[in-house]
């Protein structure tokens, strides 16, 4: 039977059956590949106080736990009493560089809410600015090069909350968080 064959069908049956020999070795390999790692959970990663996104490095600058009362005498533009809550004032400052080599326009980049290990979100509040200290340049235009902006931001938060996180962005971009230590 293998007399009746052309040279040119030996050849062709060859490189199929070299053809299903690498496909099935390829096969045999992948089912052999170990599972990736499971993911980190929360409890076991470090703690995250600097991120990059695109061309932006943010960094945790300072967290203040300001407890109930901000007081009117430390507010700008005179506000005319204390103001209390039944939880806990944290404030919270944020710097922004720009590493990359083009500006990065005013408004593009920010910080967000806070998040805590319940996934409890706590929303920035603008009431709080007559207490936000000077040179807060949220969203500031962003030069290459340059020396980092400070974004200070007054949040409002249950007390039991720990585990605090903020969130940075940047247009475009997937948010990510930074840890506050608290």
């Not at 096969?27 to 996104?53: A, C, D, F, G, Q």
């Not at 005319?80 to 080599?101: H, K, M, S, Y």
């Not at 340059?146 to 969130?167: D, H, N, Q």
């Amino acid at each position: 039977m293998i007399e009746n064959l052309s040279r040119e069908q030996i050849i062709v049956g060859v490189i199929i059956i070299i053809v299903i020999v690498v496909i099935f070795i390829a096969v045999k390999s992948l089912m052999l590949t170990p599972p990736p790692p499971p993911e980190e959970t929360e409890k076991n990663k470090e703690p995250v106080y600097e991120v990059e996104i695109g061309n932006v490095k943010f960094s945790l600058k300072e967290v203040k736990d300001r407890g109930n009362i901000l007081l009117a005498s430390e507010s700008k533009f005179g506000y005319p009493q204390d103001l209390t809550t039944t939880e806990r004032f944290i404030e919270v400052t944020i710097q922004a560089q720009n590493i990359g080599t083009d500006d990065i326009k005013e408004g593009w980049w920010n910080i967000g809410d806070l998040v805590d290990s319940e996934g409890r979100r706590f929303h920035y509040e603008r009431k709080f600015d007559r207490w936000i200290p000077e040179g807060s340049e949220c969203g500031a235009v962003l030069k290459p090069g340059f020396a980092p902006k400070s974004c200070t931001k007054i949040y409002e938060v249950a007390k039991i909350s720990s585990g605090l996180k903020v969130t940075v962005s940047l247009r475009q971009k997937r948010p990510r968080y930074i840890d506050l230590g608290i």
